[in-house]
């Protein structure tokens, strides 16, 4: 099932995209990490709580999802289509390899009932509130 997340924030048609500026960086001898750490932007409504992970360059397939209580965990690899060409490397920016991110969710998630979709490059993990237990009065017997 789609998200109203999606429609909303993919319905834009623009196109254009200002060229970017070329910059030329000799580096050498850069250590290369084993595991990268992902950037995510969480949105939150009343009913539910969006995990956006942007990973571009990245298929379905590389993606594993997994919940252990209230963490989230989202892991895989980034291939790069390059690597024949890595002699000829000039400049290094991008990361390739292995990736992962955990987060712990609020309490007031329910896990059971997570969706996770991707599109464009964009991986959307949707989890639906439950009802927060507020404060109320106890009345004694």
């Known amino acids: 099932m789609a998200s109203s997340f999606w429609n909303t924030a993919l ?3 623009e196109t254009s995209v200002e060229a970017p500026h070329k910059i030329s960086i000799k580096q050498q001898n850069i250590p290369q990490e084993e595991v990268h750490e ?3 932007d969480i949105y939150e409504t009343e009913e539910k709580i969006y995990i956006v ?3 571009a360059g990245v298929q379905s397939r590389d993606i ?3 919940i252990d209580e209230d963490v989230l965990n989202v892991q895989g690899i980034r291939r ?3 690597e024949e060409h890595e ?28 969706s996770a979709s991707f ?16 404060s109320r009065s106890i009345k004694i017997s």
């Open 119 to 134: 599109r464009n490059g964009i991986l959307l993990v949707e989890a639906e509130r439950t009802s927060p237990s507020g």
């Open 11 to 13: 319905s834009s048609d």
């Open 64 to 66: 594993n999802i997994s």
């Open 80 to 82: 790069n289509p390059f």
């Open 53 to 55: 992970v942007p990973l």
């Open 38 to 40: 992902l950037a995510v």
């Open 87 to 114: 002699s000829a490397l000039y400049s290094s920016e991008c990361f390739w390899g292995k990736f992962e991110r955990q987060l712990t969710l609020p309490s007031s998630v329910d896990t059971r009932r997570m």
